[in-house]
Each structure stands twice: as structure tokens, then as C-alpha cells.
């Protein structure tokens, strides 16, 4: 029984194999145990994550919020000046045109139209034109309104509104008609500006949000090996 007992105790006494130990010079405690020795399996400590940046417009400083208040009334004068320019541009009485033009509503008609004409100049006044429409409300909306935030809203707001502007036309407006071509290349218009310019805008001025499947799409910490207590 007393031999037993003393087996087990060395079987408990002895460590793992040091690197570049021989076998048989191999220390059988933690005194004769080099200070410079290393285990294959020790684990590495944790390294802590370094601690996000904030965007200047977002700190809480005066001069951060001098700045953002800049930016805001910058927007707001262009999105007033936007709003005369748009208007000038839709709801100005085109009495000339009137036997000219005609409702569309199926879309890719209007744009075949355009690409189909001999003079490339017309052609590019009118789609560009369009486009060049739309391009600053992907920029100003998600300053102006944090809620509108993201390609898809942008996309929306910017159909909705160019939808009324385009059934203000038809409706009241002599010399021109709904065209929901027009929609399409102002959205698009929208899309560039935002793609371009607004969305490090938005994430300039506002913290980003937090969608649904931002649990999936978003990589989880992993986790750090726990040290083992047994050896020093």
C-alpha cells in the first residue's frame, strides 16, 4: 500500500516535457525547472481590444458641436436652395411642349426614347439631367434627417418624393406630363450622391445603427484560452 501511494505521488509530481529537453535529463519538479524554459502548450495571454476611435463631429467637445451645427445650417441652406431649384426646374408651364409630350407610365419607354435619337447631345441632356436631379438627395437627406439613413431609405424617400413632384406635373402643370422614367433616373441620382458622398457623411455626423442581422453579419469576440494555474 505505501509503495502504491508513493507512485502516485511522483505521477502527480512530474510536468509536461520542456521544449529542447532531453529525455533523460528531464526535471522531474518545479525547482529544477529552468526560468527560460517554454512548454508547446502554454497558453498565450489575452490581448485586449483597442478601444474604438470616435469621429471628431461626434465627440463631446465645443468644437465638435460648433462644428456639427456648421454642417447642419450648410445643409439647410442647400437643401432651401435645392427645393427653388427643383421646383424651377418641374413645375415651371412649358405651353410649347404641350402637344409634345405625353403620360408614361411604363418604365424603360421614355430612356429607349432618348438613346434612340440621332443627337447624342439631347440624349445626354436629358438622362443626365435627371440623374444630376437626384444626386443631392443622397447627400442631404441623411445629414438632415438621421432617420433616412441607408441605401434602401434614401431610396424610397427620393422615389416618394419625385413620384408627387411628377403627379404635380401631370396634374396641374401645362406642358408636361408623369413620366416614371424620370423617377427612376432622379433614385438613381440618389443613389450615387448617397453611395458617394452621404453615407461617410451620415457616419461622420451620427453613430452608426444597429440592424437585425447585424447578429450574423458581425463578428463575435473569441474567446481567450484560460491560463493554466498549475504551472507559473
Same mark, same amino acid.
Given at each position: 500500500m505505501a509503495f502504491v501511494? $508513493?507512485?502516485?505521488? %511522483? $505521477?502527480?509530481? $512530474?510536468?509536461?516535457?520542456? #521544449?529542447?529537453? @532531453? &529525455?533523460?535529463? $528531464? @526535471?522531474?519538479?518545479? &525547482?529544477d525547472i529552468p526560468s527560460d524554459t517554454t512548454y508547446p502548450d502554454e497558453p498565450l495571454a489575452p490581448e485586449e481590444p483597442p478601444a474604438p476611435r470616435v469621429p471628431l463631429f461626434q465627440r463631446r467637445t465645443f468644437g465638435a458641436a460648433v462644428a456639427r451645427v456648421l454642417v447642419m445650417a450648410m445643409a439647410l441652406v442647400l437643401m432651401v436652395a435645392f427645393a427653388v431649384a427643383l421646383a424651377r426646374v418641374t413645375l415651371v408651364p412649358s405651353p410649347d411642349s404641350s402637344d409634345l409630350i405625353?403620360?408614361? /407610365?411604363? @418604365?424603360?419607354?421614355?430612356?429607349?426614347?432618348?438613346l434612340d435619337q440621332p &443627337?447624342?447631345?439631347d440624349? %445626354?441632356?436629358?438622362?443626365?439631367?435627371? %440623374?444630376?436631379?437626384? #444626386?443631392?438627395?443622397?447627400?442631404? /437627406?441623411? #445629414?438632415?434627417? @438621421?432617420r433616412i439613413r441607408g441605401l434602401l431609405r434614401v431610396a424610397l424617400f427620393t422615389a416618394l418624393v419625385m413620384v408627387m413632384v411628377e403627379s404635380a406635373q401631370g396634374l396641374i402643370v401645362e406642358g408636361r406630363a408623369f413620366d416614371i422614367d424620370d423617377v427612376i433616373l432622379n433614385t438613381l441620382g440618389a443613389l450615387i450622391g448617397f453611395l458617394i458622398v452621404g453615407r461617410r457623411l451620415s457616419h461622420a455626423l451620427y453613430p452608426r445603427r444597429t440592424h437585425w442581422w447585424h447578429r450574423w453579419t458581425r463578428r463575435r469576440p473569441v474567446e481567450q484560452p484560460v491560463a493554466d494555474e498549475r504551472y507559473p
Open positions: 501511494t $508513493r507512485f502516485r505521488t %511522483v $505521477r502527480r509530481g $512530474r510536468l509536461p516535457e520542456p #521544449v529542447g529537453a @532531453p &529525455d533523460d535529463t $528531464r @526535471p522531474s519538479t518545479h &525547482d405625353h403620360t408614361n /407610365l411604363r @418604365p424603360g419607354a421614355s430612356i429607349r426614347t432618348y &443627337d447624342w447631345s440624349t %445626354v441632356q436629358q438622362i443626365g439631367g435627371n %440623374v444630376l436631379l437626384g #444626386v443631392p438627395f443622397g447627400f442631404l /437627406l441623411p #445629414v438632415l434627417f @438621421p
